[in-house]
């Protein structure tokens, strides 16, 4: 899998930054917590409020990896924590997108897995969140393929060890003339 997202990184990190990645963070987090709270309270898909759904894997899924759906904290990879969460949140795989293998021949991925779509999506249409493990930016992490750094704050989402379907989205380079879909940054401000 070839990286998704080039990062540049500075080894001086200010005061200033710090406290500006810790407020992202935790404004990350509240939004994750707020959406987990909506899915669970609202019902719906033919389930009653407040009913509990065991964990599901995708279709291929790499199963040295933890599923989720929503924003991880290094806590969260504890053994205990991970069956906790399983529990509790009880992840589902993803509408709208499924991992396949790719075979199709000279595609620099072939052989490993890759995200496709499994409806029309439309232009401007939101697919799918990337998640992960939020973590402050450090040296080191260049070769690490499942990141996503975040705009204007010390933060990557990491996918390597946790993630849902999204950290099987293929660099287009050595495939198509252009990108198919693009990553934005959609922040909720919680603190109001």
Request: with cysteine; charged share 30%.
């Amino acid at each position: 899998i070839l990286p998704l997202v080039q990062l540049s990184i500075d080894a001086e990190a200010t005061t200033g930054a710090r406290e500006a990645s810790r407020a992202a963070l935790r404004n990350l987090m509240a939004e994750d917590l707020e959406l987990e709270e909506l899915v669970v309270g609202a019902g719906g898909a033919g389930l009653q409020a407040g009913e509990r759904v065991g964990p599901r894997l995708p279709l291929n899924w790499d199963r040295s990896v933890e599923f989720t759906q929503r924003l991880l904290g290094r806590a969260d990879l504890q053994p205990d924590q991970r069956a906790i969460n399983r529990e509790v949140y009880a992840p589902q795989p993803s509408e709208g997108v499924e991992i396949q293998v790719v075979d199709v021949p000279n595609h620099p991925c072939v052989g490993e897995r890759g995200l496709y779509a499994t409806r029309v999506i439309e232009k401007g249409d939101k697919v799918i969140r990337y998640l992960g493990v939020v973590k402050r930016r450090i040296l080191g992490d260049e070769g690490n393929d499942y990141l996503f750094g975040m705009v204007d704050v010390d933060l990557d989402i990491d996918a390597q060890a946790a993630g849902n379907e999204s950290r099987f989205l293929n660099d287009f380079r050595g495939v198509a003339c252009s990108k198919n879909v693009q990553f934005t940054e959609d922040r909720v401000n919680s603190s109001s």
